[in-house]
């Protein structure tokens, strides 16, 4: 039996949800999906800034890297805060010692304007050296020749799109309108409602699924990548693991934690460089998916990246966790009075 891994990837995040914890209860209950997105987490972009972006994405990298997560695929939006945001976030998680691709997801509910920034950002992060993807936030929110745009954006780039897809039924029609553009490199979150095959990879998330009550993607029946990822709640991946396994198995008995496990391994074909990072875990057995799906509480206790420990014992060497905590609480405090 092993005690360690190679880092592990969240394959869709967003850091800057890192803040939302104790937030304000929303003006309204919501009762589907859509009401969700407008109640709760449409308003908390609205009210980022530059500095909440910062420590929320110090915070999230920082979770990431006690988890044993050293490369995270983020999708950014923050309104009233677009240019520069993804410099931002790179530069946060590079400070903590984790990798990053970054992408801003465009889109038109704040009026085609919006939808331009969110472009224009992403073409500038790229052209200038940046890690990343060209972000949407979903087909239901742009328009036919926003969704062009972006595709011909990243097509230019030679990287993909990384994009909600199908999520909600509000989203149902997203594999039409989508398939005119998608190719093998995009990033397809969700796809709860999907009902058509895209190229790409899925991303899936089990906990924000159930969380938001829109269905099962039961990802075990499609024919493309499967990886996991939190949609924001957090970057513990074997915990993750743990739930995508346990919904698996409620859909099929026949299914195994072999299974589920894949789903984490994929991970690395979209950061190639987290296999050269190395995990110990507090736990002798990580190599066998049959005892870590039935063994919680398993932590990274030392984490090296591009050969350099950033975690020891438990605790990270470049940067303060007791100072980055206290500076994403200030932060939050902020954003909480902004709601």
Known sequence: MANSTPGLVCGHHHLYSALARGMPAP??????????????????????????????????ALEALECGTTA????????????????????????????????YGISERHGIDGARRGLAENERYLSEGGRGMVGVHAAFTCSDETL???????????VGVHIHVAEGTVDADAGI??????????????????????????????????????????????????????????????????????????????ATPCDA????????????????????????????????????GVRAMNVSVRGEPVLVNGRPTRVDASEIRARADEQAARLFARL
């Open 27 to 60: 003006p309204e209950i919501p009762r589907d999906f859509l009401g969700i997105l407008r109640q709760v987490w449409w308003r908390l972009d609205f009210a980022l800034d530059l500095e909440m972006i910062r420590w929320s994405a110090m915070l999230g």
């Open 72 to 103: 995270i695929i983020d999708h950014h939006e923050s309104p009233n805060a677009i240019e520069g945001s993804l410099d931002v976030i790179a530069a946060a998680c590079k400070h903590v010692g984790v990798r990053v691709s970054c992408a």
């Open 148 to 158: 062009e745009a972006a595709a011909g954006l990243a097509a230019d780039n030679g």
């Open 177 to 254: 309108r989508l398939r005119p553009f998608a190719v093998a490199d995009w990033l397809l979150v969700h796809c709860v409602h999907l009902a058509e095959e895209l190229p790409g990879t899925i991303v899936h998330n089990p906990r924000s699924n159930m969380n938001n009550a829109v269905g099962y993607a039961r990802p075990a029946g499609r024919t493309v990548p499967i990886v996991l990822g939190t949609d924001g709640i957090g970057a513990d991946m074997l915990e993750e693991f743990r739930l995508a396994y346990a919904r698996l198995r409620e859909d099929d008995l026949a």
């Open 261 to 296: 496990w894949q789903w984490v391994e994929q991970g690395w074909s979209l950061m190639p460089e987290a296999m050269g990072d190395v995990v110990e875990w507090s736990y002798d057995g990580v190599d066998d998916p049959w005892r870590l799906a039935f063994t919680p």
